[in-house]
């Protein structure tokens, strides 16, 4: 019994024992954040004095800042400086970008940036690309090439992007080859980076339009819808019969944007082999051409198409072209079904 109260005993200190050092352990870490986050407020006060006084009193006490030089000594505080000279990078333009700049090649964080280039974990590789890019080391360019094909995201989806910032058009050589897909946020920054194209560039778009990888497919139609790329005209007619039924969409979107004379004739010809969410694309842009070469389509889809939606839709672009007459007779002909009658009343905007 005795033994047993003893063992019971010494479970009961060990227990106590470890609570009482894991308390310790929080308490040891609690004072090291606390001391690093105060550590860190106050380099970004060093820091924010710094940048201000280049920027608006176009000052730079280098060698008289001993509290500056004594901190840079440290490479968390370099970090620190690099992200907010990044950080400010993008919102200044003009004169006050070159100052930024110029404190960036005058404490040579440059090397700072390119080191981390070297690391092994993919955020840092990321950061690092992406320093680079905003401050504009086109010589690092080689370098971040490499990360093309690296295996994650963040970090191959930031040497895309760096490619394209740089080099704008000609930065996009990467499409022949790519495998991964590119995100739709993705395809936005490359787009909006990318101000003209090079003359001569159909060979390019010609393939990039027969990758056999869908998204750069993608990316592509928004290309020429974005610079109205008329001589590919026909190239994305042909996709309209593409495998994939998200490029057969943003190929519709395209086609219409290129306003040529015979797209909703060629549109509509080809709707009826088109799954429902080409079809309703289809129907979109029939409504944004204003085109009334198409009513006779859209009544016979209203009276005859098998899925409602689609009935609603046409009933819909009708009335937007002006056929509030033939809706309106249509509702009160005695043959029409009662679904009918309901789908032109929503498109007559009535109470049912």
């Known amino acids: 019994m005795l033994d047993s109260v003893?063992?019971?005993?010494?479970?009961?200190?060990?227990?106590?024992?470890?609570?009482l050092v894991m308390i310790i352990i929080v308490i040891i870490y609690s004072i090291y954040q606390y001391r690093f986050s105060v550590r860190i407020s106050g380099w970004s006060e060093i820091i924010n004095k710094k940048i201000t006084k280049v920027i608006v009193y176009e000052e730079d006490e280098a060698l008289t800042d001993h509290d500056f030089i004594e901190a840079n000594k440290d490479p968390l505080f370099r970090n620190l400086f690099l992200q907010k000279l990044v950080d400010s990078e993008k919102k200044f333009s003009g004169a006050a970008k070159g100052k930024i700049k110029h404190l960036?090649?005058?404490?040579?964080?440059?090397?700072?940036?390119?080191k981390k280039l070297s690391q092994k974990k993919s955020h840092l590789i990321a950061g690092g690309i992406q320093e680079l890019t905003a401050m504009n080391v086109e010589e690092s360019l080689p370098e971040i090439s490499k990360f093309l094909t690296h295996a994650s995201p963040q970090v191959y989806q930031e040497a895309q992007y760096a490619l394209v910032n740089f080099n704008g058009f000609e930065g996009l050589h990467y499409l022949d080859t790519i495998q991964s897909v590119i995100s739709e946020w993705q395809q936005l920054r490359l787009l909006s980076s990318i101000t003209h194209i090079s003359e001569n560039s159909d060979g390019l778009i010609n393939g990039w339009l027969q990758s056999s990888n869908d998204s750069v497919t993608i990316f592509t139609l928004k290309l020429i819808r974005k610079f109205?790329?008329?001589?590919?005209?026909?190239?994305?007619?042909?996709?309209t019969v593409h495998s994939s039924?998200?490029?057969?969409?943003?190929?519709?979107?395209?086609?219409?944007s290129l306003e040529n004379a015979s797209t909703i004739t060629y549109l509509i010809e080809a709707y009826p082999d088109q799954p429902i969410e080409v079809q309703f694309e289809?129907?979109?842009a029939i409504k944004s051409s204003g085109?009334?070469?198409?009513?006779?389509?859209?009544?016979?889809?209203?009276?005859?198409?098998?899925?409602?939606?689609?009935k609603v839709?046409?009933?819909?672009?009708?009335?937007?072209?002006g056929q509030q007459e033939f809706l309106?007779?249509?509702?009160?002909?005695e043959s029409s079904s009662k679904e009918l009658i309901k789908i032109i009343k929503h498109a007559l905007q009535e109470k049912i």
């Open 6 to 19: 003893h063992f019971i005993f010494l479970v009961f200190l060990g227990m106590l024992s470890l609570v």
């Open 104 to 114: 960036f090649e005058e404490y040579k964080l440059q090397d700072d940036a390119l």
């Open 228 to 239: 109205q790329i008329l001589s590919v005209y026909s190239m994305v007619a042909e996709l």
């Open 245 to 256: 039924t998200e490029v057969r969409v943003q190929a519709v979107q395209t086609l219409l």
């Open 282 to 284: 289809i129907l979109k």
């Open 291 to 310: 085109d009334k070469s198409s009513l006779n389509f859209l009544k016979n889809q209203l009276l005859n198409s098998t899925e409602s939606a689609v």
């Open 313 to 321: 839709y046409a009933a819909e672009v009708l009335f937007s072209l």
């Open 328 to 333: 309106e007779l249509l509702s009160q002909d």
